[in-house]
């Protein structure tokens, strides 16, 4: 019903900064969207979702780092990640819980070294 293509990953020094893009197919107006990673070895676990109204939660080595906005009128979200860390070397996905499913992205790489 909707599909999701993540993009901005990439290969970054620790302490630099990466923007990640997620493009939705369909309207997000009215979703909780976010993203999420999967590191080798590690279950997958909330970076950040953000609510149709805009409320946000973040997981919590990511806290204070980390930014997810959205727009509605582009169907677009984005997280801003600053301050990386070599554990925040992972795939990236994006999720949406668009009409009472959730869809993921295929992912993006995103690896951060020391």
């Known amino acids: 019903q909707v599909q999701l293509v993540e993009s901005g990953g990439g290969l970054v020094q620790a302490g630099g900064s990466l923007r990640l893009s997620c493009a939705a197919s369909?309207?997000?107006?009215?979703?909780?969207v976010g993203w999420y990673r999967q590191a080798t070895g590690k279950q997958r676990e909330l970076v950040a979702r953000?609510?149709?109204?805009?409320?946000?939660e973040y997981g919590d080595s990511v806290k204070g780092r980390f930014t997810i906005s959205r727009d509605n009128a582009k169907n677009m979200v984005y997280v801003q990640m600053n301050s990386l860390k070599p554990e925040d070397t992972a795939v990236y996905y994006c999720?949406?819980?668009?009409?009472?499913?959730?869809?993921w992205g295929q992912g993006t790489q995103v690896t951060v070294s020391s």
């Open positions: 369909g309207s997000i107006r009215f979703s909780e």
């Open positions: 999720k949406i819980n668009w009409w009472g499913n959730n869809y």
């Open positions: 953000i609510t149709s109204g805009g409320s946000t």
